[in-house]
């Protein structure tokens, strides 16, 4: 296979994956996927054109019409982008939908810097309302509602954010906030003030407080209504329940079973597309059994990346990650490394999103402890993984377990790193918190 047949390959591989990501409506991984689409080879209109939908779609029109124009020059006929074009530009002029909403999207940004939240929750319903879709509004929006503690608000905003992008990392992070503020939340609800159930009256120089709804009602009376009670129940459970519980189990069989078939389609289309992978990896180690010059440790070496990729097929990412973590890339032969350097970052991606589970599970109960080592693990595979989540959050973990010179130290590479970000600046603020103390 030549160098152009091996990189248009690889270019249409990311495009598959970046395909499958969007159909899943998962559109933060089509985005990732269909970028190194378009990085490996520039020509690629299909990916192109579907990285724009897929911008278009989170309602970054600016990052959508530029993915087009480049496609519409390299492919000027019978390029689809042409009608995108037509169809997105009046959007963009001085007066158009996108420049309305973009204004009042900044606008609110202004407003947040400068603590007026009230007002930025207002620019941003209406930047919203405009287009639904816009993700980093409804981001954003969903942030300073947690800030004001209106969690409930904050729910609806994520849940509409996660219809958008269904995978996104960020709207994730801050669901789990508002479920653990609406859990607080609940708790103190459940007191309950005596005058909600009970009526309070003068009787003479007593004050008398009895149940808002008391009845005297003779005996025979309490025994019609005890009967009337019961078959009525029975009458509603025969006729209104049974159906109900009937319809929600053939719902959730329905369910479960499209749920099954995407994952077999998934599957299989992982299963064709690295077919050749595991060709020729198996290449490697018949080359290697009969090379005797090549020593035990090269054997060892391909057979581990083999099982790497077996686990990786087999759902086990965990295994798949820790096997590729002890393999040490100098040591790969240079006509594999880029092969392997792929598997690596496939395995990488699930590895760490189950890594990054772990340690926020860990992080909000409180066991900071275990929370370090798993971001560790993290940082030290990929230092920006999640924009620099996995930084903060280690930060985080380090401060609240009462290490400050280590919190000190990963705080300003957040800084560093990402610079006026949020956060960043929540980063100098506890920095300047632990330095002062």
């Given at each position: 296979?030549?160098?152009y047949?091996?990189?248009?390959?690889r270019?249409?591989?990311?495009?598959?994956?970046?395909?499958e990501?969007?159909?899943?409506?998962?559109?933060?991984?089509?985005?990732?996927?269909?970028?190194?689409?378009?990085?490996?080879?520039?020509?690629?209109i299909?990916?192109?054109?579907l990285?724009?939908?897929?911008?278009?779609?989170?309602?970054?029109y600016?990052?959508?019409?530029?993915?087009?124009?480049?496609?519409?020059?390299?492919?000027?006929?019978?390029?689809?982008?042409?009608?995108y074009?037509?169809?997105?530009?009046?959007?963009?002029?001085?007066?158009?939908k996108?420049?309305?909403?973009?204004?009042?999207?900044?606008?609110?940004?202004?407003?947040?810097?400068?603590?007026?939240?009230?007002?930025?929750?207002?620019?941003?319903?209406?930047?919203?309302?405009?287009?639904?879709?816009?993700?980093?509004?409804?981001?954003?929006l969903?942030?300073?509602?947690?800030?004001?503690?209106?969690?409930?608000?904050?729910k609806?905003?994520?849940?509409?954010?996660?219809?958008?992008?269904?995978?996104?990392?960020?709207?994730?992070?801050?669901?789990?906030?508002?479920?653990?503020?609406?859990?607080?939340?609940?708790?103190?609800?459940?007191?309950?003030?005596?005058?909600?159930?009970?009526?309070?009256?003068?009787?003479?120089?007593?004050?008398?407080?009895?149940?808002?709804?008391?009845?005297?009602n003779?005996?025979?009376?309490?025994?019609?209504?005890?009967?009337?009670?019961?078959?009525?129940?029975?009458?509603?459970s025969?006729?209104?329940v049974?159906?109900?519980?009937?319809?929600?189990?053939?719902?959730?069989s329905?369910?479960?079973?499209?749920?099954?078939?995407?994952?077999?389609?998934?599957?299989?289309?992982?299963?064709?597309?690295?077919?050749?992978?595991?060709?020729?990896?198996?290449?490697?180690?018949?080359?290697?059994?009969?090379?005797?010059s090549?020593?035990?440790?090269?054997?060892?070496?391909?057979k581990?990346?083999?099982?790497a990729?077996?686990?990786?097929?087999?759902?086990?990412?965990?295994?798949?990650?820790?096997?590729?973590?002890?393999?040490?890339?100098?040591e790969?032969?240079?006509?594999?490394?880029?092969?392997?350097?792929?598997?690596?970052k496939?395995?990488?991606?699930?590895?760490?999103?189950?890594?990054?589970?772990?340690?926020?599970?860990?992080?909000?109960?409180?066991?900071?402890?275990?929370?370090?080592?798993t971001?560790?693990?993290?940082?030290?595979?990929?230092?920006?993984?999640?924009?620099?989540?996995?930084?903060?959050?280690?930060?985080?973990?380090?401060?609240?377990?009462?290490?400050?010179?280590?919190?000190?130290?990963?705080y300003q590479?957040?800084?560093?790193?990402?610079?006026?970000?949020?956060?960043?600046?929540?980063?100098?603020?506890?920095?300047?918190?632990?330095?002062?103390?």
């Amino acid at each position: 296979m030549s160098v152009y047949d091996s990189i248009l390959a690889r270019s249409n591989l990311y495009y598959n994956q970046g395909l499958e990501c969007a159909k899943l409506r998962n559109l933060t991984g089509a985005i990732s996927a269909l970028r190194k689409s378009v990085h490996c080879y520039k020509g690629n209109i299909d990916a192109r054109n579907l990285l724009g939908l897929c911008y278009y779609e989170v309602g970054e029109y600016v990052l959508a019409l530029r993915e087009w124009v480049i496609s519409e020059n390299l492919k000027p006929e019978e390029n689809p982008a042409s009608g995108y074009i037509a169809q997105i530009k009046p959007d963009m002029s001085r007066t158009g939908k996108y420049s309305q909403y973009v204004k009042k999207y900044n606008q609110a940004l202004e407003y947040a810097k400068g603590g007026s939240e009230d007002l930025a929750i207002l620019q941003l319903k209406k930047a919203v309302s405009m287009n639904p879709k816009y993700l980093q509004a409804l981001l954003l929006l969903a942030l300073l509602y947690i800030h004001e503690g209106q969690f409930p608000q904050a729910k609806d905003v994520l849940t509409k954010a996660n219809k958008v992008d269904v995978n996104n990392l960020q709207a994730q992070l801050y669901m789990e906030e508002v479920k653990a503020g609406l859990a607080l939340k609940n708790t103190k609800s459940r007191k309950r003030n005596v005058s909600d159930d009970s009526v309070e009256y003068k009787s003479g120089s007593e004050t008398v407080i009895r149940p808002a709804y008391f009845k005297d009602n003779a005996t025979i009376s309490t025994i019609i209504n005890i009967i009337f009670g019961i078959v009525v129940g029975f009458l509603i459970s025969f006729f209104l329940v049974v159906p109900g519980v009937r319809r929600h189990a053939t719902a959730d069989s329905a369910a479960k079973l499209v749920e099954a078939n995407n994952k077999i389609s998934t599957k299989n289309v992982a299963i064709r597309n690295y077919q050749e992978q595991i060709d020729e990896l198996n290449k490697k180690i018949e080359d290697a059994e009969k090379n005797s010059s090549k020593s035990e440790g090269s054997m060892n070496l391909y057979k581990g990346i083999l099982k790497a990729y077996m686990d990786y097929e087999s759902g086990k990412y965990e295994k798949a990650g820790e096997t590729l973590a002890e393999i040490d890339e100098n040591e790969v032969d240079k006509d594999f490394l880029k092969s392997f350097k792929k598997l690596k970052k496939l395995v990488n991606d699930r590895y760490l999103r189950i890594l990054y589970k772990q340690a926020a599970g860990f992080y909000n109960q409180a066991e900071y402890e275990k929370a370090i080592e798993t971001f560790e693990t993290i940082i030290k595979i990929d230092e920006e993984y999640g924009d620099g989540d996995a930084l903060y959050f280690g930060a985080q973990s380090y401060r609240m377990n009462g290490n400050s010179q280590k919190a000190i130290v990963m705080y300003q590479r957040v800084i560093n790193m990402y610079p006026d970000t949020y956060k960043a600046r929540n980063a100098q603020r506890y920095l300047d918190q632990l330095k002062n103390q």
